[in-house]
Nanobody
């Protein structure tokens, strides 16, 4: 059974930092592209950052220079380091594992940035 379990969300003041983690099981982790998405209430889910199996990364324009995605294949875990957080970064953050034939999602973790 595939599981993606996010952690690390919470309440933080503007300007602060958080590191989200997503631990995967039930998949050959190294073969998957891993992404972080976020969703605000009433809005569509948007891609925040992606790291491929080859460790290439890409970011939404809104978080470039602010967020860093990384992966540890030995731990089957992908991370999202978020710095200089702003109230507009408040959202539910979701982990995604993508291969040519499969897409898996975590249950999400909430990030709340207070001004």
């Amino acid at each position: 059974q595939v599981q993606l379990v996010e952690s690390g969300g919470g309440l933080v003041q503007a300007g602060g930092s958080l590191r989200l983690s997503c631990a995967a099981s039930g998949i050959i982790f190294s073969g998957y592209s891993m992404s972080w998405y976020r969703q605000e209430p009433g809005k569509q889910r948007e891609l925040v950052a992606i790291i491929t199996s080859g460790r290439s990364t890409n970011y939404a324009d809104s978080v470039k220079g602010q967020f860093t995605i990384s992966r540890d294949n030995a731990k089957n875990t992908v991370y999202l380091q978020m710095s200089s957080l702003k109230p507009e970064d408040t959202a539910d953050y979701y982990c995604n594992a993508h291969s040519q034939f499969r897409d898996y999602w975590g249950q999400g973790t909430q990030v709340n940035v207070s001004s």
